[in-house]
């Protein structure tokens, strides 16, 4: 089982980026977390294996989207009017569920974890 982050990178304050996560094997619900240096890793936002239920953190909501396409088994993260507080390694994680509309908070109920990408936004 893999999964693989990717476009991450530098960008001002106000702009947008946007995050894949491309994963190999069964059916996953999905999240992003994000680690900002000297921080705990935090929860992003999430997505059901349906992709019919999705939800976010406060601190994201308005302003990110997770969406996913089933068949390329691949999640994104669409991040607009990012801020400086972003900055951080995100990380894309996956747990084999069989249920449709379940999503998962806890970064403990998440079996599978990409490499993480960088993003970085400048003031």
């Known amino acids: 089982v893999q999964l693989q982050a990717s476009g991450g990178g530098l960008v001002q304050a106000g702009g947008s980026l946007r995050l894949s996560c491309a994963a190999s094997?069964?059916?996953?619900?999905m999240a992003w977390f994000r680690q900002a240096p000297g921080k705990e890793r935090e929860f992003v936002a999430a997505?059901?294996?349906?992709?019919?239920?999705?939800d976010y953190a406060d601190s994201v909501k308005g302003r990110f989207t997770i969406s996913r396409d089933n068949a390329k088994n691949t999640v994104f993260l669409q991040m607009n009017s990012l801020k400086p507080e972003d900055t951080a390694v995100y990380y894309c994680?996956?747990?084999?569920?069989?249920?449709?509309?379940?999503?998962?908070?806890?970064?403990?109920?998440?079996?599978?974890w990409g490499q993480g990408t960088q993003v970085t936004v400048s003031s």
């Open positions: 994680a996956g747990v084999s569920t069989w249920a449709d509309s379940r999503i998962y908070y806890s970064s403990t109920d998440y079996d599978y």
């Open positions: 997505i059901s294996r349906s992709g019919g239920r999705t």
């Open positions: 094997g069964r059916p996953y619900a």
